[in-house]
């Protein structure tokens, strides 16, 4: 039987009658994200640490989100997607056995199970007690109870952050066996890799707030340039880490951003930014901007806006977002470059109506 003929098998009955097989990703026990500025901060797989879940959870250290979620990241490539799905570490064999027994057991007794669905479940158990196999799948004799301890069945586990439900199911095949130290069969090409683990930890980056100082600080005033700066304190390189550890078989990847520009949107058409394409680049001392000082208004701010009519009662929202150079380095020496990311804040502005200043 060809292995599409195993994909269609599988779904049919891992969506009828053993679901628990398709793996979640377990919930993260959260800490606080630190101070904002990039550190450090431990975000490790939890929840559910025990029984099918616990093999196959990913741990996240790092500048990571709190409790296990999506980080503020936006990749500047508007094409690039996290991984839907992944083939993962599950289970031993007995452990496995117990599991697929009980799920095929209570199948076989639902009401309604005859005809394909029937069949589909009489497959699958042929599958994992009696040799019986596909194309590039063979079949296991006792769900592979004898080498229990020498590897691990692998499953699928979807990525709960994806939205299209058929992306994220799109890993359907069944469970497989790969031997401790042994590099899943090549036809799986969804299985767990540095460079997924590099792109789940991007997902879940915490880039550090965007707050950039300005001078006039309190309000500015039409006509007049307003400086804006970030020192190099304010924020640095942040890193996040992805990794999967279960016997015989450990990976992890860690994520590096490292901030490059800035860029200013002063939240109104009536203004003007410096340099005009609103992007301040970095200073070779890691800073963005130049801090104004006494003697200097009569200069033009090298990162900077000046505001043409006044906000009046209200304030106008200036955005800062900086970009970040985003790459990843794994387990093995493995490593690449990932989009480029942004994140920005916005901060209130107060713009007065007053044309001659002196400072």
């Known amino acids: 039987m060809s292995r599409s003929r195993l994909v269609r098998l599988s779904a049919a009955a891992l969506t009828l009658a053993l679901v628990p097989v398709a793996l979640t ?15 450090s901060t431990e975000e490790t797989g939890g929840g559910d640490n025990s029984g099918i879940y616990a093999a196959a959870r990913i741990q996240y250290s790092g500048s990571v989100a709190k409790n296990g979620g999506t980080g503020n990241v ?92 058929l992306k994220r199911s799109s890993c ?53 340039p307003t400086w804006a700066w ?25 994520t590096t951003a490292k901030p490059v520009s800035l860029k200013l949107e002063p939240g109104t058409k009536d203004a003007e930014t410096y340099p005009a394409s609103g992007e301040c680049v970095i200073n070779a001392d890691g800073s963005i901007g130049e801090p104004y000082a006494k003697g200097k208004a009569d200069e033009t701010p090298p990162c900077g806006i000046k505001y043409l009519r006044s906000s009046g009662e209200d304030t106008f929202k200036l955005q800062a977002t900086i970009t970040w150079d985003i790459t990843w380095q794994g387990t093995g020496g493995a490593g690449g470059d990932l989009p480029d990311g942004t994140f920005g804040n916005d901060q209130a502005v107060t713009v007065q109506e007053i044309q001659a200043v002196n400072r």
């Open 25 to 39: 990703e377990a919930a993260y026990a959260a800490k606080p994200v630190g101070s904002g500025k990039g550190a």
């Open 74 to 165: 936006t990749s500047t490539d508007v094409n690039w997607t996290p991984p839907p799905c992944w083939y993962a570490p599950y289970m031993g064999a007995k452990d496995f056995k117990k599991k697929m027994s009980k799920d095929i057991e209570k199948a076989k007794n639902t009401p309604g199970m005859g005809g394909t669905a029937g069949s589909a479940v009489g497959e699958v158990e042929r599958h994992y007690e009696d040799e019986y196999g596909w194309t590039d799948t063979p079949g296991y004799k006792d769900y592979n109870v004898e080498n229990d301890g020498k590897g691990m069945f692998w499953a699928a586990v979807e990525n709960p952050d994806e939205p299209d439900p």
């Open 172 to 224: 359907n095949d069944l469970p497989f066996w790969v031997p401790n130290g042994e590099a899943p069969p090549p036809q799986y090409e969804e299985a767990i890799t540095p460079e997924i683990l590099a792109a789940l930890a991007y997902q879940h980056m915490q880039l550090p707030d965007t707050k950039v100082t300005l001078a006039p600080a309190a309000a500015t005033k039409v006509n007049l």
């Open 230 to 254: 970030l020192d190099k304190a304010v924020f640095d390189e942040v890193q996040a880490t992805a990794a999967i550890n279960v016997p015989g078989f450990n990976l992890q990847s860690t």
